[in-house]
T-cell receptor
Framework: SQQGEEDPQALSIQEGENATMNCSYK?????LQWYRQNSGRGLVHLIL?????REKHSGRLRVTLDTSKKSSSLLITASRAADTASYFC???????????FGQGTRLTINP | ETGVTQSPTHLIKTRGQQVTLRCSSQ?????VSWYQQALGQGPQFIFQ???????GRGNFPPRFSGLQFPNYSSELNVNALELDDSALYLC?????????????FGPGTRLTVT
């Protein structure tokens, strides 16, 4: 079963624009992680945000977490063609061994 | 590159056959998790191995089994293959036997069952 739901399912923007993806989840979490996947290959870890954090930055990435709304957002600023990929949020609950992934947002950056 | 390797890259099997997939974890990591990703879906947790013991299992039947070796590499075995087993199989290594740590994924093995 999928805990996270990403929105939108697909997003197409012009190079240089900002891209925002949202993730909602159902249960209390220990942390939420964002991953990128290129062309159906392995996932690359982007950011981990803990339940007691509200915002984290990494380069052009900004992640927010609102535990009261059980939602997170990933903002990619000044997008590049190389950012074209699928983006997944994944939640980890306290004491659990697994990450629970959403279905992902497919991001396309047009030159 | 995460340092996690998987073999083989691609595999084609016939329904009813058995398959073994392999994963080498990143140096310093003692935990390997396996995920199944169907086309167009997010990865689904199969099971995790921590210090050579199964440490959690998702909603997969017993014909999905695994091993972890003393060097923390791991195998995923699937018996009596079904058409629905066609998917990308991902392994991920981490430090610690919980999902509270970032996981480092290998490139995956794409299994096709005909």
């Amino acid at each position: 079963s999928q805990q996270g739901e990403e929105d939108p399912q697909a997003l197409s923007i012009q190079e240089g624009e900002n891209a925002t993806m949202n993730c909602s989840y159902k249960t209390s979490i220990n942390n939420l992680q964002w991953y990128r996947q290129n062309s159906g290959r392995g996932l690359v870890h982007l950011i981990l945000i803990r339940s007691n954090e509200r915002e984290k930055h990494s380069g052009r990435l900004r992640v927010t977490l609102d535990t009261s709304k059980k939602s997170s957002s990933l903002l990619i600023t000044a997008s590049r063609a190389a950012d074209t990929a699928s983006y997944f949020c994944a939640t980890a609950t306290q004491g659990a061994q697994k990450l629970v992934f959403g279905q992902g947002t497919r991001l396309t950056i047009n030159p | 590159e995460t340092g996690v390797t998987q073999s083989p890259t691609h595999l084609i099997k016939t329904r009813g056959q058995q398959v073994t997939l392999r994963c080498s974890s990143q140096s310093g990591h003692n935990t390997v998790s396996w995920y199944q990703q169907a086309l167009g879906q997010g990865p689904q947790f199969i099971f995790q191995y921590y210090r050579e013991e199964e440490n959690g299992r998702g909603n997969f039947p017993p014909r999905f089994s695994g091993l972890q070796f003393p060097n923390y590499s791991s195998e995923l075995n699937v018996n009596a293959l079904e058409l629905d087993d066609s998917a990308l199989y991902l392994c991920a290594s981490s430090w610690g036997g919980q999902g509270n740590y970032e996981q480092y994924f290998g490139p995956g093995t794409r299994l096709t069952v005909t």
